[in-house]
């Protein structure tokens, strides 16, 4: 029986998410749990999940009895998710993070997970007790590495309460996928066409490259304030 993700899967020909799969993070469903275990929500807390894609993470915050808002670009990945299960306790918003149709300081627990970060926009719709969970790539090399985009956080008022350092998890996982394409080439070119196929192979070649050469790293976070 096909599911809402494997209809995703066949209408979107992109290796993210052929490579992350629903959890569309590094670590996965793994990584999402160990940031929930940290993230102080408590049953009818409001929790934002910010470029969620399909709301993996809010989905499984509904579990826990919060109340999840998934936001997303695609209205395609917001229908996906709310046809999987848990789906239907969750509150589903076309949205863009860099402008997110909130009050002030309405969320418990703010969410963004490998989606683009916007720190005033997220910090702004932030309660004054809350949690901020993260799993992102960050810099390592002379831009000031892990201590300068903990500073930019705390510039917002946020204090770090954890971090796990995913950067080995990234690279190996950015090494599966470039392998698997290539050893796969007479499947996945015909799935994205040639010139997309040679384009996100070159694209998962120079993550390898950045992570490798050190440029690039990857880590979990958990802010909070309060």
Known sequence: MTTPF??????????????????????????????LQRADLKPGDRMLDAGAFIGASA????????????????????NA????PGGESVQWLLASTNRLP??????????????????????????PRSTLCLCCEVPTDGRGGVEAFIDEWESYGWRLGAHRAMSIEATQT???????????????EPRYGKRPYLAQLD???????????????????VFARG
């Open 6 to 35: 494997d209809a995703l899967v066949e209408e979107y020909a992109s290796w993210w998410i052929d490579f992350l799969g629903e959890h569309s993070h590094i670590g996965g469903a793994e990584a999402t749990r160990w940031l």
């Open 102 to 127: 909130f009050e002030d300081a309405v969320f418990a627990s703010v969410w963004c997970l490998d989606s683009y970060l916007a720190p005033r926009e997220l910090s702004r719709v932030a309660g």
């Open 203 to 221: 694209l998962v070649g120079n993550l390898v490259a950045s992570y490798e050469r050190g440029e690039q790293g990857h880590g979990l976070f």
């Open 59 to 78: 989905r499984l915050a509904a579990a826990s009895g919060a109340l999840p808002v998934a936001t997303d670009l695609n209205v395609d990945f917001l």
């Open 81 to 84: 998710g709310r046809a999987m």
């Open 174 to 188: 950015w090494r599966r996928a470039e392998a698997d394409l290539v050893r796969k080439r007479n499947i996945y």
